[in-house]
């Protein structure tokens, strides 16, 4: 069982880090209106707050598990990689995400209405299951690269965070 919640809390943790490269990007598909505009700033792609987020998660992270320079170097290298490479599918994600919204909201109902909003969903859920496919990659690849002692400073970070491990013993942390 501590195997078990230990390898989720390692997931949470690292995906966070995974999780970022794309997860500010994605706020600004919530942020829509529904006519197109965006209630924040972040909705005009602001690299330069993205970049803050993505490196202050990082650099959280690296100093939680007290990461040597080599590692703090390649976990930044490895996200920036990630970050770049995932870059349109982000992109086509919040897209797609905008279009479903403002499909959704329309007054129309009728069968072919339905159907297309059911294939647009599935269109976003095969997206958004390749952006996981990568999160889960990059997150083996940070574990790697973490020493046994790194592992364990994660997890007494969990066991301070009662809402995270009761969510991580329950299932619902992933």
């Keep these: 069982m501590k195997i078990k919640i230990w390898h989720k809390l390692a997931l949470t943790s690292v995906s966070s880090i995974a999780a970022c490269a794309s997860g500010a990007a994605l706020i600004s598909a919530w942020a829509d209106d529904g006519q ?28 939680r598990i007290d990461a040597t320079a080599a590692q ?5 290298a490895l996200v920036e990689k990630r970050r770049e490479a995932n870059s349109s599918e982000r992109a086509a994600l919040r897209a797609g995400l905008k279009d479903f919204m403002h499909a959704a909201g329309s007054l129309e109902n009728s069968p072919e209405s339905d159907k297309s909003l059911r294939d647009k969903a ?15 990659e990059t997150f083996l690849k940070i574990r790697a690269m973490l020493t046994s002692e790194q592992k364990e400073n994660l997890k007494k970070f969990a066991q301070h965070r009662p809402r995270l491990t009761k969510a991580i013993e329950s299932g619902t942390a992933l």
């Design 36 to 63: 197109g505009k965006a209630d924040t700033a972040l909705e005009q792609a602001d690299p330069e707050f993205q970049e803050a987020i993505v490196k202050h998660i990082i650099k959280r992270f690296c100093t």
């Design 72 to 76: 703090k170097k390649e976990i930044t």
């Design 122 to 136: 599935a269109s976003l859920r095969v997206m958004h299951e390749k952006l996981m496919d990568d999160r889960l």
